[in-house]
């Protein structure tokens, strides 16, 4: 699960499979305090390198940043308006370079930019990051782009995300303490500028997306959700497929199975009205949802709301999975799991759509629930030894 606009939130996810994965699996060697993170800077570019690792302190809950050797230091309490962030940044690797630095057990992210130091600023409520989507923020110009990560106790979680923009490429890694090391989130080569391209000539707004400085060097594309924040996208883009989804399931049932290990758990949603009802097999209503917005939908919130539970939050999450990969109308029983059938109607998540379509292994962290069914740029690994970054050519 990666949500919008919720600040280290892969640790949800993590916490909840360990969760699983530790009661069933037998006990596994201590995971240690820090693992080496190496990044790589394939990038083909001169620019310095600036790291950054954030997030939250497991142990303590408290939000800080580690320094190269993986030591913790808590931000100062902030102001409003926010007040001046510490530097937190670490040297990275010029380009032919590798830099290997200690990572702690955090649910946080690693930032890198290229050729500028990103701006952060901490709150009263905690570290502001940056928001690219405004035309104000102070990183709206910088090349950059970060991981998500959580280690814990039951291991390392490590993705390739590209749930709120499209920047500067990179893949990461992990190398158990047995066993070969699982890589995710490369592009297939040409990749970068395939997807620009793609994203440039698709009609309807989407080429809106990107974003470009003034020397010209392109430095990001928006994801939709967030295009549609900036008035880039319209905000009606998919109605026309939820008003065809609404229309369908007035008059047949749309069964979902949120669990894979769990075949004989389903839910069966028709619609009223502006409510999809979902009913139990005793036939009792468990939940309803309003007819989504678009922005409901690329975000998998507001309407779509997914709240940390084993009703609402399965069902929500199957929905935004199917809404953004437009399966709902080619098979009413959801989750689909075949990917041959994502993006194949005309108003559908483009942009999802065309990284998916560049990757190497065909998965990327498109949107918030991407990993319905587990398409989604993410490593894992309950006993890792190390941890890794490649910063990918702009081709």
Known sequence: MHVKNKVFSLVAAAVTAAAGLTALATAAEAVPATIPLTITNNSGRGDAIYIYNLGTELSTGRQGWADANGGF????????????APDASIAGPAQGQSKTIQMP?????????????????VTTGGLV???????????VNILFNWSEYTLNDSGLWLNSTQV????????????PVSGATK??????????????????????????????RSDGTIVRALAPGHGIEAGAL???????????????YSSSTLTVTPFGN????????????NTMNFTNSAGQVVTSFQKPDSDSIFGCYKL???????????ISRTLCAGYNRSTLLSNPNQPDANNSGFYQDGVTNQYSKKIHAQMVDGKAYGFAFDDVGAHESLVHDGNPAQAYITLDPFS
Not at 106 to 117: D, E, W
Not at 129 to 139: G, L, M, R, T, Y
Not at 192 to 212: C, D, E, K, M, V
């Open 73 to 84: 230091h808590p931000w100062p309490a902030g102001g409003n308006p926010p007040t001046a």
């Open 105 to 121: 057990k955090f649910s946080g992210r690693v930032y890198f930019s290229y050729g500028q130091k990103l701006v952060f600023k």
């Open 129 to 139: 990051q940056p928001a690219v989507q405004n035309p104000s923020d102070p990183n």
């Open 164 to 175: 709120d923009f499209v920047s500067a490429p990179y893949n990461v890694g992990v190398r």
């Open 183 to 212: 890589t995710t989130g490369k592009l297939k080569p040409g990749g970068y500028n395939a997807f620009y391209n793609s994203l440039r000539s698709q009609s309807g707004g989407w080429a809106n997306l990107i974003r470009t």
């Open 234 to 248: 319209p905000a009606n883009v998919l109605s026309d497929y939820v008003n065809r989804v609404w229309t369908k």
């Open 262 to 273: 769990q075949p004989n758990l389903k839910y069966f949603g028709r619609v009223s009205g």
């Open 304 to 314: 779509l709301d997914a709240p940390n539970d084993l009703v609402r939050g399965p």
